[in-house]
């Protein structure tokens, strides 16, 4: 059985017990013969109090001398709860320090620094409490994805990362060869040819497992995908990544209502399951977030908001506010007619569907009107899309003419799903980072991913 | 809330009740007056017989011209169980038939079809009995992946698939590049300035998200990782893919044998949630795998072996088994005796340890006799390594002595874990489609990924 020789801070209940922990000192105070410590050991943001005594610690001195914000320690000892200052602490009686630091080295010595800052230092950044609490955050959305989905019936999915086919078309891609340049000083290499190719010419990095993921929903019926995604854009923004990881649910005889349903129950459950697990990273972030719990509590109790196309067109139409865009029926909806939506008219998450079909993709579902398509993508203050999602035409004749001659050829065998056995069926695309970004509060996407890619950007 | 229309087949409990199903048919057999169907939505390898009688439907004769292998239907009726045939049936009320299948051409058509043949099809090898039962196997092996390793306090952390480091640089790396090639003549294309790159040059994928998972257990204690890795191998075998999926726990403050006690649980549990989850799977699969289950079982039941390398050679060298490659310390093991060890000689998983230095990677903990290091690898019979491990070299001055000076230059970012508070720490890879075959009983690596990739293979 697997065991560990000492105790997590966050599973620390009873107290006057011998306890033994161990983590990283976050902050220190000396005095000539006593030693108060706060320790962190990443499971929670709380830290564990040390009291180290010089009656009751021989080697006092030494620890006193080396122990530093950033130092590694073992300690064993008593926990009592300290009445006056109305928090647990550890009275230590063993002291062991694995690691040292040399504070005037150490890039993250500082108790206040930016997110910016650290981001300087994505090695080191996940010891900072604040960033450790948005990677538990993250921690708790991956496990509610996987719980949810299963739940419900759905089969985890790794649709591939290399790939010949680039779903939509809709964002440059990131090409890849098996050949390394041939020296180092930009000399051109051979690129692309079949023979030395490894695995053939034209493969890329996947923009969306849709069309894999549709493939694998025709035999289990309803499944998701939860991996990385990639997209070769110039965009210097807070809200896009080179890579990034989508969640895409597919789920077979549902009809369009039941999609948004899932979509909203999803996103809910997500949410509420941070509520229960993460009360303290949430009291953390709250600190610079005000009212983010209640936010959060808000979006689990309230319907979402869901209005067509046409209706949003006349909303922005006939609304106050002046917009530097005017928007018609056809047009694509910008950011600011979005942010509008979300954060003053509804003032909640809202699913915006029906749009029009010639700013939707080819695989779109078409509607009875023939002008619109059962598209709907669930916009929500603060954020932006979260989610975008479609009934998939499930028709041979109707999806080929919505294809051009090379889609139809290059995606034959995404038509073969139409030719045999087609069923009714659709899904969704949810940007794990931007759930993250919503339940933290954080405004940088930069900030919700380990080592973040972003132009210019792929550090270490 | 989500809620569906239907029913699925395996959640089907109670007789004499009316039910809506859908699905694709996997058998059907028509009479004059009668159609029976064997219908599949893929919650499980079971089908259930629907039955269709002319007298309770009208449009039998179309419905019977329609109806083939393949073809998706959604059937009302009331479930009833079959005496004679000792089963659940549902006699059918009403019958829409969702999608048709041209017999003729449908690729996947007979009811036996060898797994390579089926392979040609990977977009539609899923709606075979065989691969469904794997996948399904696939998918409840990573929810217990996340259940088990959140269970005992391990955050997830996606570390990065791009990046500019190859870990041990123990394989061929495949490089990115986010510029199309200009023609599609095979002509030259510019590589590798950094001008002209997105992301600078040197981005290759990920063959490991080791050395970047002990940054981020360096702040939150205990970390795991589930993602795809790559290499760019030449490797045409059964157990080799140019991309598959990797899990990788690292523990701080642990010690090399909760290392291996760690493995031996996870290993266990996962095959325990398979038996558990997988009742009708597993007896599928087990028709053409012999005492599948009953091996597994013994693989729950068993403390799997642990003995060191030095023992192992003298085991090699004393027994009766003639090898092709004789074996002295310091050799690296090979095949043959890996597959002598837990097939023959212990007969269950064993955990070889401590391996001489010189064969292993610059980053694992040498023991106290120098000559060693804390690393380990679980042979288990039928598949070989599944598992390779290690504690960490945690000393700043032993692992710079490792590594050469590139090394040094290029990791200096991993060498900051070791300036900067270190700790004991340890962790370990798995290959996930490994073991998928081991519980699966696949022979062939290729038919447990959804869309396998190796040399000159890149299909959709």
């Known amino acids: 059985m697997f065991k560990r020789s000492y105790i997590k801070i966050n599973d620390i209940i009873n107290v006057n017990n011998n306890y033994t922990v161990c983590g990283w000192v976050h902050i220190f105070r000396k005095q000539k013969n006593i030693?108060?410590?706060?320790?962190?050991?990443?499971?929670?943001?709380?830290?564990?109090?040390?009291?180290?005594?010089?009656?009751?610690?021989?080697?006092?001195?030494?620890?006193?001398?080396?122990?530093?914000?950033?130092?590694?320690?073992?300690?064993?000892?008593?926990?009592?709860?300290?009445?006056?200052?109305?928090?647990?602490?550890?009275?230590?009686?063993?002291?062991?320090?694995?690691?040292?630091?040399?504070?005037?080295?150490?890039?993250?010595?500082?108790?206040?620094?930016?997110?910016?800052?650290?981001?300087?230092?994505?090695?080191?950044?996940?010891?900072?409490?604040?960033?450790?609490?948005?990677?538990?955050?993250?921690?708790?959305?991956?496990?509610?994805?996987?719980?949810?989905?299963?739940?419900?019936?759905?089969?985890?999915?790794?649709?591939?990362?290399?790939?010949?086919?680039?779903?939509?078309?809709?964002?440059?891609?990131?090409?890849?060869?098996?050949?390394?340049?041939?020296?180092?000083?930009?000399?051109?290499?051979?690129?692309?040819?079949?023979?030395?190719?490894?695995?053939?010419?034209?493969?890329?990095l996947t923009v969306s497992g849709q069309l894999h993921g549709e493939t694998y929903a025709a035999g289990l019926g309803d499944i998701y995908t939860f991996g990385p995604t990639f997209r070769a854009e110039n965009s210097n923004t807070n809200k896009h990544l080179c890579e990034f990881w989508m969640i895409e649910p597919e789920l077979s005889f549902i009809n369009f209502k039941e999609l948004q349903d899932l979509a909203e129950d999803y996103v809910k459950y997500c949410i509420s399951q941070v509520i229960m697990y993460n009360e303290d990273d949430l009291y953390f972030l709250e600190k610079r977030n005000e009212d983010l719990v209640f936010r959060l509590k808000e979006i689990v109790c309230e319907d979402f908001a869901r209005v067509t196309y046409t209706e949003v067109i006349d909303i922005l139409n006939n609304c106050d506010k002046e917009f530097e865009q005017k928007v018609e029926w056809g047009d694509d909806l910008s950011t600011e007619h979005e942010r509008y939506l979300a954060e003053e008219h509804f003032?909640?998450?809202?699913?915006?569907?029906?749009?029009?079909?010639?700013?939707?993709?080819?695989?779109?579902?078409?509607?009875?009107?023939?002008?619109?398509?059962?598209?709907?993508?669930?916009?929500?203050?603060?954020?932006?899309?979260?989610?975008?999602?479609?009934?998939?035409?499930?028709?041979?004749?109707k999806l080929c003419s919505r294809m051009t001659k090379t889609q139809r050829k290059e995606l034959n065998w995404y038509l073969d799903l139409r030719r045999y056995g087609t069923t009714p069926h659709g899904g969704f695309g949810l940007g794990f980072e931007r759930l993250v970004q919503l339940v933290t509060g954080t405004h940088n996407i930069r900030d919700v991913i380990p080592y973040p890619r972003y132009p210019k950007h792929c550090t270490f």
Do not use: W
């Not at 939707?360 to 975008?388: H, R, W």
């Open 35 to 204: 030693i108060f410590i706060d320790l962190n050991d990443g499971s929670t943001p709380e830290c564990l109090s040390i009291v180290i005594d010089s009656v009751k610690i021989k080697d006092f001195d030494d620890i006193k001398s080396r122990v530093k914000k950033g130092s590694s320690l073992r300690v064993e000892g008593v926990v009592i709860f300290n009445e006056s200052r109305c928090c647990n602490e550890m009275i230590a009686k063993n002291i062991i320090i694995y690691g040292e630091v040399d504070a005037a080295k150490y890039p993250i010595s500082k108790n206040k620094m930016s997110l910016e800052t650290i981001r300087e230092n994505p090695h080191l950044r996940i010891r900072t409490l604040m960033i450790s609490s948005i990677m538990r955050i993250r921690d708790t959305l991956a496990q509610a994805t996987h719980k949810y989905f299963s739940n419900i019936g759905c089969r985890y999915v790794n649709t591939p990362i290399l790939t010949t086919n680039d779903c939509e078309g809709a964002g440059e891609t990131f090409t890849i060869t098996s050949q390394y340049p041939t020296n180092k000083d930009d000399k051109p290499i051979y690129y692309g040819s079949d023979k030395k190719e490894l695995l053939g010419r034209g493969v890329n």
């Open 347 to 397: 003032k909640k998450p809202t699913f915006v569907k029906d749009y029009p079909t010639k700013i939707k993709s080819f695989y779109m579902k078409t509607n009875e009107d023939e002008n619109t398509v059962q598209a709907t993508d669930l916009l929500v203050p603060g954020i932006g899309e979260l989610i975008g999602g479609s009934m998939r035409e499930e028709d041979y004749d």
